[in-house]
């Protein structure tokens, strides 16, 4: 498998303020790993793919200035979620693949008042 | 493009009953990975099982077992003997083959709630 590694696990903040959550590989190095949302009751839903030393790849209708991704290590991705409002309240989870697997994070809640 | 169906929005059994999460996928490749992830109430996916397009036999883990039918496009889900503890959310997923941005993609269903009651 894989062991991935998620920080904060819950998090509250007031509206307009920045949120950054960490996930990191604890098994092995990582070039590549994966940025979910899942709201509630719904399935997750791919945000960006984090490149180790290049740009994260976005996917369509995802705000790139507003989820920052930084993979500066390959043990460590970043999603600062930037002037953060209710409706990014959501449970943002990542991962990484071991061969064609993806393996997940204990994920973090994020409440925006 | 791929899509990922779980017609099944939730399902309740009562212990020790057998029950089958059903999913149906559609993808114009020709190779291609399942997969199932647990969801439980604490909200990490836990890995069950893959799949790859070219492998369909069938797999049992102790009380999982999984059913791969490419004529109808299904990767069903079968639990025996369910206990409390299989309550959780279930996803279906399905990937293409490949480390480029389509292979890195995975692709889930609406996932199934299952509810064992005692």
């Known amino acids: 498998g894989a062991v991935v590694s998620q920080h904060p696990s819950r998090v509250i903040c007031k509206s307009g303020t920045s949120v950054k959550i960490e996930c990191r590989s604890l098994d092995f190095q990582a070039t590549t790993m994966f940025w979910y949302r899942q709201f509630p009751k719904q399935s997750l839903m791919l945000m960006a793919t984090?490149?180790?030393?290049?740009?994260?790849?976005?996917e369509q209708g995802v705000e790139k200035d507003k989820f920052l991704i930084n993979h500066a290590s390959l043990t460590l991705s970043t999603l600062t979620v930037t002037s953060a409002h209710p409706e990014d309240s959501s449970f943002y989870i990542c991962?990484?693949?071991?061969?064609?697997?993806?393996?997940f994070g204990p994920g973090t809640r994020l409440l925006v008042l | 493009a791929q899509k990922v169906t779980q017609a099944q929005t939730e399902i309740s059994v009562v212990e020790k009953e057998d029950v089958t999460l059903d999913c149906v996928y559609e993808?114009?490749?020709?190779?291609?990975?399942l997969f199932w992830y647990k969801q439980p109430p604490s909200g990490e996916l836990v890995f069950l099982i893959r799949?790859?397009?070219?492998?369909?036999q069938n797999e049992i883990s102790g009380r999982y077992s999984w059913n791969f039918q490419k004529s109808t496009s299904s990767f069903n889900f079968t639990i025996t003997a369910s206990q409390v503890v299989d309550s959780a959310v279930y996803f279906c997923?399905?990937?293409?083959?490949?480390?480029?941005?389509?292979?890195?993609?995975?692709?889930f269903g609406a996932g199934t709630i299952l509810r064992v009651k005692s």
């Open positions: 991962s990484k693949k071991n061969k064609e697997t993806q393996y």
């Open positions: 984090s490149n180790e030393g290049s740009k994260a790849t976005y």
């Open positions: 997923a399905l990937s293409e083959e490949g480390t480029n941005a389509r292979g890195n993609k995975l692709v």
């Open positions: 993808t114009r490749d020709t190779t291609y990975y």
């Open positions: 799949r790859n397009s070219f492998d369909e």
